[in-house]
């Protein structure tokens, strides 16, 4: 996935994904990496859903 995002924005397309960074104890070291690594991206923290322990974020390569 974020293969194609990165291949959506080499060809000049404007993209967006949401996607669950932390899920209780777990976390997506992967996705944190690559945000890091990566400054064609930035991410929204989506707001918490109840009930559920969890952060959700909006993975974009374009402004709000």
Known sequence: LLAFMEKRN????KIMMSY????GELQNDNL???LTNNNHFHYIN??????RNRSE???LNYDE
Do not use: D, P, S, Y
């Open 57 to 59: 974020i909006l993975v």
């Open 32 to 34: 944190k990496n690559w």
């Open 10 to 13: 080499a060809a000049g397309n």
């Open 46 to 51: 989506v707001a918490g859903t109840k009930g």
């Open 20 to 23: 669950i960074l932390e899920h």
